[in-house]
C-alpha cells in the first residue's frame, strides 16, 4: 500500500463536494416547508453536521471500520481516531486513512439529515438532537460495518453490493422516516412548499455534490470513478424525465417541485449502482426509479402517514429499487471487484433491500420511543400552528414590510393552509 497524490486529491475534492450536498440539502427541504418552518428545517439539517461529526470521530467510524465482531460490529480500536493518520489501510490503499474516514464522516452526516424531512414540522429541536446522535451509533454505524466494513451483509458473508449507500443511505432513512410518520402525530395544518425556487436551487446543489458522493465512492482516480460520474447523470436525468412525463400526463402540467423531486429519486436510484452497471444500465434505472417513486410518494395517503417531504417515496423507493436493479444489471467488465449480475446476485440484492428497511424501522421506533419518553419529542398544536421557526428559534425567516423586530406570529409571511405535497394537489 502506497499513497497515490492523484488519488488523494481526488477524494479530498470528494469529500468537499459532498459536504456541499448539506447546505443543498438545507435549501431543498426549507423551500418544501411552510415559510413558518423554513428556519428550523434548515437549522435541523447544519446542527447534524456538527452533532454527527464529532460522534463519528469519537466513536462512530470504529463502530462501523473498525475490525470485525461477529459480522455486524466494529471493534473500538479506532476510538477517537486512534490508529488513523497518514497511512493508508485496507479499505482504501492509495489514499491516507485519515482521508477516508472524513470522506466517510459526510456519508454518517447526511444520512440522519434526510430523515428530518419526515418530521421537519412537528418535532421538538432537543427531541431531534438527541435522536440523531442515538440513530447514528445504534442504526448507521452498524449497518455502513455488515456491508461496508466486512460485515454480514458485504464481504464478509452475503456478498450484496451497494458502490455508494443505495442501502447504507437511502434505505436507512427512508425507513427511519417511515417509522418516525407512523409514530409521531399527524401534522394539524398541512402546507404547500412555501418556495420552488429554493427546492430547485437545493436539488441542483444536490446533484452537483453527488458526483462526488458517487465517483468519490470509487476511492481512486480511474475507470470506475469515471463510470460512476456519467451513470449518474444518466440515472438523475432518466428519472427526471420519467416523473416529468408521468405527471404531465396525469395533471396535464410539470411542475417545478415534481422534475426537482424526480432528479432526487433518480439520484438516489442510481447510487447503489453507480460504479457497477454500464450506462445504458443507469438510464433503466433511473427511468424505473422516476416512474415507481412517483407512485410510492401516493402511498401515505393509502396508509395514512404524515411523510412531510416524501423522503420514504423517494429515499427508501428509490434505494431500493437501485439496490434491487443492480443485482440485475452489475458487470465485472466496469468493476472487476464487485459481482456479476444474474439470479444469484438478484437473491442477495433483495435480502440487501430487505434488511436496510426492517433493521432501521425497528430500531427507529425503540430510539423514537425511548427519547419521547426521557425528554419529550413532538411539538404541542400551539408551537405547531404558530411555526417552529418562532417557537424553538425565536427567529422569523421572512418578515413583512414594515415588521418591528419584535419576532412575533404576526412577522411570520405564513403560507396558504393547503395541502402539501411535492408532486400534485391532494
Not at 412555501?194 to 452537483?208: E, K, T
Not at 404531465?248 to 423531486?261: E, H, N
Not at 404558530?386 to 414590510?401: F, K, N, S, V, W
Request: net charge negative.
Amino acid at each position: 500500500m502506497h499513497i497515490s497524490a492523484g488519488d488523494t486529491a481526488w477524494m479530498l475534492t470528494s469529500t468537499a463536494l459532498v459536504f456541499f450536498m448539506m447546505p443543498g440539502l438545507a435549501l431543498f427541504y426549507g423551500g418544501l416547508v411552510g415559510a413558518k418552518n423554513v428556519i428550523a428545517t434548515m437549522v435541523q439539517t447544519f446542527v447534524a453536521v456538527a452533532v454527527i461529526s464529532l460522534l463519528w470521530a469519537i466513536l462512530g467510524y470504529s463502530l462501523a471500520f473498525g475490525s470485525d465482531h461477529w459480522g455486524v460490529i466494529g471493534s473500538l480500536q479506532n476510538v477517537m481516531l486512534h490508529g488513523v493518520n497518514g497511512s493508508p489501510n485496507s479499505y482504501a490503499p492509495t489514499i491516507p486513512s485519515l482521508v477516508y474516514m472524513a470522506f466517510q464522516m459526510k456519508f454518517a452526516v447526511i444520512t440522519p439529515a434526510l430523515i428530518a424531512g419526515a418530521f421537519c414540522e412537528r418535532m421538538r429541536f432537543r427531541g431531534y438532537l438527541v435522536f440523531i446522535g442515538l440513530w447514528s451509533l445504534l442504526v448507521y454505524s452498524p449497518f455502513a460495518h455488515s456491508e461496508w466494513g466486512g460485515g454480514f451483509l458485504g464481504s464478509g458473508g452475503l456478498h450484496a453490493i451497494d458502490f455508494a449507500g443505495g442501502s447504507v443511505v437511502h434505505e436507512l432513512a427512508g425507513a427511519a422516516a417511515l417509522a418516525t410518520a407512523f409514530y409521531l402525530r399527524r401534522r394539524h395544518q398541512l402546507e404547500r412548499p412555501h418556495s420552488v425556487p429554493l427546492v430547485l436551487l437545493g436539488a441542483g446543489i444536490l446533484w452537483f455534490g453527488w458526483f462526488g458522493f458517487n465517483a468519490g465512492s470509487a476511492l481512486s482516480a480511474g475507470q470506475v470513478a469515471g463510470y460512476a460520474l456519467v451513470n449518474t447523470q444518466l440515472g438523475a436525468c432518466a428519472a427526471m424525465l420519467a416523473w416529468m412525463g408521468i405527471e404531465w400526463w396525469r395533471r396535464s402540467k410539470p411542475s417545478g417541485v415534481g422534475i426537482a423531486t424526480g432528479a432526487v429519486a433518480g439520484l438516489a436510484a442510481i447510487t447503489p449502482a453507480s460504479g457497477f452497471v454500464q450506462p445504458w444500465a443507469a438510464i433503466i434505472i433511473g427511468a424505473a426509479a422516476g416512474l415507481l417513486c412517483y407512485g410510492a410518494v401516493h402511498l401515505k395517503d393509502i396508509f395514512h402517514y404524515d411523510d412531510s417531504l416524501d423522503v420514504v417515496g423517494v429515499h427508501m423507493v428509490g434505494g431500493a429499487v437501485g439496490v434491487v436493479l443492480t443485482g440485475v444489471f452489475a458487470s465485472l467488465a466496469v468493476n472487476a471487484a464487485g459481482e456479476a449480475g444474474g439470479w444469484t446476485q438478484l437473491g442477495r440484492q433483495a435480502v440487501l433491500a430487505l434488511v436496510g428497511i426492517a433493521y432501521p424501522f425497528v430500531m427507529t421506533w425503540i430510539i423514537l420511543w425511548v427519547t419521547d419518553h426521557v425528554i419529550g419529542l413532538q411539538v404541542s398544536p400551539d408551537d405547531e400552528a404558530t411555526g417552529l421557526d418562532l417557537t424553538e428559534h425565536a427567529e422569523a425567516g421572512y418578515q413583512r414590510p414594515g415588521a418591528t423586530t419584535d419576532m412575533t406570529s404576526d412577522s411570520m409571511a405564513a403560507s396558504p393552509a393547503a395541502p402539501h405535497a411535492t408532486t400534485e394537489p391532494r
